[in-house]
């Protein structure tokens, strides 16, 4: 798969002149809820209502949604607003209800995008179809995976795909539920910069004070669109209440977003752009410089230890100056957890730049 201005087309086709609003509750639970939160969406920027039918809970024993029943709710919904319906499928039998009732957009959840054979599966059902495909990124932070399934529904004859990013598991405790690793979507981007690409705020933050600025923070990074679990009374929701929001504070979160242009049409703003540009090469080329010197001065340490059988991993050494540097970061503005895993990267290139003067 190549990227290509076409990939585009369904999102352009859509003419709109802000970023494209998929919303809806997290599950769909009651008919009525489904037509309440519904006609409060069709006041909104919203294109898409979206909710979940089938859920894929992390233990058994939750509420797993209403299944096929909730189906005909949307199809309601569909009717009575125009909004088009969005629902996750995580399998074929998924994929054909789904299709019988007539859903616009079809979404891959993150646990099914880390399995090929499913994907695949879901692919092939949907072949021949002009459905729109959003695929989530997979639990794991593994770009070539999250391509690879996208690959899958192009390759299946999709052409109106789409990628969600909702964050990655961690093991450790962060203050969202999923981590955004935005350097992800920013290299997907990089390698297809015309495959729309959407936020999902509700499963990075999982509480509903973070999504304005996820949010920003997407637009910022040039998004196409947002995908926001929206329930007419979310602290009462079935699954996910904390990380939903009302129709109405979609409303003011979209109304507060600053939509950001590609890059600045003014003069001025290009010659101060590049000058601050200019700026960065320098200090880049210095970085990396450094970093060069810094690296023939652990090659000389290598070879010192060679001579006298001392081992590569000095922890005493290593950790003061892991505890200097995060000072010296801080007195910088620089973010601690970023200064660590700058100098983990930097220490872990001088382990491998002595195991090969050691070991050659
Ligand atoms: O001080 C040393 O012994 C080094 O080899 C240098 C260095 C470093 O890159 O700073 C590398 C490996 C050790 O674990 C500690 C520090």
Known sequence: ????????????????????????????????????????????????????????????GNFEGVGA???????RAKKETGLMIATEVANTHHVDLALAHDVDIFWVGARTT??????????????????????KNPVNPDLALWLGAVERFYEAGIKNLGVIHR?????????????????????????????????????????????????????????????????????KAWSDAAQQITPETLRIITEELRIRSTDGASVNFKKELQMLRTKIDILDQRLIDTLGERMKIADAIGFLKKENNVAILQRKRWNEILQ??????????????????????IHQESINHQKKVINP
């Open 324 to 345: 200097r540097m995060t000072k010296e970061g801080e007195k910088n503005q620089l973010n601690e957890e970023f200064t660590l895993a700058l100098f983990k990267a």
């Open 167 to 235: 964050g990655f598991s961690t093991y450790e405790k962060t203050r969202y539920r999923n981590n955004p690793e935005w350097q992800i979507p920013i290299d997907l981007q990089n390698r297809f910069p015309d495959l729309p690409l959407i936020l999902d705020p509700s499963h990075i933050a999982g509480r509903r004070d973070l999504i304005f600025e996820l949010c920003q923070t997407a637009l910022d990074l040039n998004y196409d669109g947002l995908m926001i679990e929206t329930h007419c009374n979310p602290d």
């Open 114 to 135: 880390v399995s090929p054979f499913i994907v695949q599966e879901i692919a092939d059902a949907l072949n021949g179809t002009d459905k729109i495909v959003l695929v």
């Open 1 to 60: 798969m190549e990227n290509k201005k076409e990939l585009r087309n369904w999102l352009n086709a859509f003419n709109l002149s802000h970023p494209l609003v998929i919303a809806g509750p997290c599950s769909a639970e009651t008919e009525e809820q489904v037509l309440n939160i519904a006609h409060q969406l069709k006041t909104t920027d919203t294109t898409a209502m979206r909710a979940g039918i089938w859920k894929p809970r992390t233990r058994p």
């Open 69 to 75: 029943l909730g189906l005909k709710w949307l199809q």
